[in-house]
């Protein structure tokens, strides 16, 4: 029973390290853009940049799915900050661990 136990909360541990956004669908969806954001770390802090998306207007849609995918693995995270899903822009807040990097891979599909 401690074995399941300990088994358990260290499942629950992994599961929370991951620093991956999904929101909305990209089955049968266009992907829009793609694009690989990369900062260095800043030493005792925690790293703040924004990603900004519009969608052009000729192609008259609205977002219908986000990836944000965490390549460094770490404790990282990508909120977003304004418009999204249902919406023709999004941003992006992105926060990297206290000295680490923050490297992402976004994409966007309408």
Excluded: W
Excluded at 54 to 79: C, F, K, R, W
Excluded at 87 to 106: E, P, W
């Amino acid at each position: 029973m401690k074995l399941y136990i300990l088994g358990m909360l260290l499942a629950v541990v992994v599961v929370t390290e991951c620093g991956h956004t999904f929101m909305g669908t990209n089955v049968m969806r266009r992907q829009a853009h793609n694009a690989k954001v990369r900062f260095g770390a800043n030493t005792f802090s925690k790293r703040i940049e924004y990603f900004n998306y519009t969608v052009p207007h000729n192609l008259n849609q609205s977002i219908q799915g986000i990836l944000a995918y965490d390549l460094t693995n770490s404790g990282a995270s990508a909120n977003v900050t304004s418009g999204g899903m249902g919406f023709n822009h999004v941003t992006l807040r992105m926060k990297s661990d206290r000295g680490k990097k923050l490297q992402y891979d976004i994409y966007i599909y309408v």
